[in-house]
């Protein structure tokens, strides 16, 4: 199975280049806490269920999403620090056409 | 001083469970818990939601998973200190434990069975410079006391159930109740919704959506609001109150300064034994602990839960000797003198 390439900017500015397997049926803040991007308990509290917003993240480069659901969208306008290019990273599963992916980690709140 | 055998530190569903096995030992249970209800996070995040890997439910709502183990352990007479906060921690000399809360409250035990999840739940503050200026006038992030709006005027924000709820709720107490949220579109279930817009057509609710909070203003005490509407507009709105209901998150907080090795925002335990922190007669289970191949799993917590309390026995009776029966065999005795038994066979002769 093939990997993919993320360009994950971390919390604190730091770039993290990271291979991520496409047959695990991951999405991207899964991958962030693989990896241990972030304090384990400060991403996906809610367990990825758009309910908390710990993993909102900002999209760097112009690679096509899934549409947001309204549960993402309605938690996104009750979070903070939210950008035009701001998803919940839980919301967003790991596929081949994400290879390339640039993000960048939304402060804690 | 309350005092108990064994002080559960968090009442989610793993400290729920605790109850159980402690009383199945005939050891009595306290339980300290931030939230105002059980339930930890299946019932602050998300109680609607379904579980699946609980054995033997095929399916359960994260509420009526935390209705089942309140009901399970009620014979028990667990002992609740709710919306406070596990604050500090004191080892006597005779090694049993006084743990104090926010408010006060002290509590006296034996064992202390951590039982934390991801921390208590504070809420979540929004990103405006000078709000922690007025958290002590003007600012409230959690409503205590209504009566302190009465006929004052109030600017609730958020979209969730809370904020619904609580601006329905004051427009009989303030003189003015506004309510801000980014979107037009609000989370809360729909009853509520349907009354915000009810009390909105009526003149009852000022709804300023889509709109942010940005500034708040004031000398000695809250006097109003600055409100981006439309992402574009200013407005200033008058106010002695303004009240930002965006949830809660988790966050370990005081218990990460009670000398416990903490690894990874959790507590590290003897997983080998009985789940034990390097304190003894201090134990950490569920999400809150860590050790090699630790799983956040609700079913977990169970296991691990049972096993921390026959260790506690040992350490509450070391000279006991007590041997583990089947509930089916022994049944389940109440503190409240209620029996459960599993009822005898009837045993009829053949003529």
């Known amino acids: 199975m093939t990997d993919i390439t993320i360009k994950i900017t971390d919390r604190n500015g730091a770039l993290h280049e990271v291979l991520v397997p496409t047959d695990m049926a991951m999405n991207i803040m899964e991958v962030i806490r693989s990896y241990e991007l972030v304090p384990e308990g400060t991403i996906g509290v809610c367990g990825g269920m758009a309910m908390c917003a710990s993993c909102q993240c900002y999209i760097k480069s112009d690679h096509e999403l899934p549409e947001m ?30 290879n390339g992916l640039e993000i960048e980690l939304a402060p804690e709140s | 001083m309350i005092k108990t055998d064994i002080l559960i530190i968090g009442a989610g569903p793993t400290g729920l469970f605790t109850v159980f096995e402690a009383g199945l030992l005939k050891l009595k249970c306290h339980l300290i818990d931030a939230l105002p209800q059980p339930g930890g ?15 033997a439910y095929p399916e359960i709502l994260a509420g009526d998973l935390t209705e089942k183990l309140l009901e399970q352990i009620a014979s028990f007479q667990p002992g609740f200190t709710l919306g406070e906060r596990a604050e500090t921690i004191e080892k006597l000399e005779d090694d049993t434990f006084i743990v104090t809360t926010n408010k006060g409250t002290k509590h006296h035990a034996p064992v202390i069975a951590i039982a934390g999840g991801l921390g208590s739940f504070e809420p979540r503050k929004p990103p405006i410079p000078n709000i922690a200026e007025f958290e002590n006038s003007g600012v409230e992030y959690i409503i205590r006391d209504p009566e302190i709006y009465r006929n004052k005027k109030v600017v609730i924000a958020g979209g969730g159930d809370s904020a619904l709820d609580w601006a329905i709720f004051l427009t009989n107490v303030a003189s003015e109740v506004s309510l801000v949220h980014r979107r037009n579109e609000f989370r809360g279930a729909l009853d509520s919704v349907e009354k915000v817009q009810e ?66 925002n959790a507590i590290k335990v003897n997983n080998a ?10 134990y950490a289970i569920g999400d809150v602990n860590t050790y090699p191949g630790k799983l956040k799993l609700i079913l977990c917590g169970f296991h691990e839960a049972t096993l921390m309390c026959q260790s506690a026995y040992k350490r509450i009776y070391p000279n006991k000797k007590y041997v583990m029966k089947y509930t089916t065999v022994g049944g389940v005795e109440g503190f409240d003198g209620t029996k459960k038994e599993a009822p005898k066979a009837v045993v009829k002769k053949i003529e």
């Open chain 1, 69 to 98: 659901g309204s549960d993402e969208d309605l938690m996104l306008a009750e979070a903070f620090y939210v950008e035009d290019n701001s998803r919940l990273s839980c919301q967003i599963p790991i596929t081949v056409k994400l």
């Open chain 2, 41 to 55: 996070q299946c019932s602050e995040i998300y109680p609607k939601k379904p579980i699946y890997d609980i054995p």
């Open chain 2, 199 to 264: 009390l909105k057509n009526t003149g009852k609710i000022k709804l300023i959506t889509p709109a942010e909070v940005k500034e708040i203003h004031g000398k000695d005490h809250l006097t109003g609001v600055s409100i981006i509407l439309n992402k574009n507009e200013t407005i200033h709105l008058e106010a002695d109150h303004f009240i930002p209901l965006f949830g809660l998150s988790p966050k370990l907080g005081p218990i990460g300064n009670w000398g416990l090795e903490i690894e990874k």
């Open chain 2, 273 to 282: 034994l009985d789940y034990q922190t390097n304190i003894p007669g201090i």
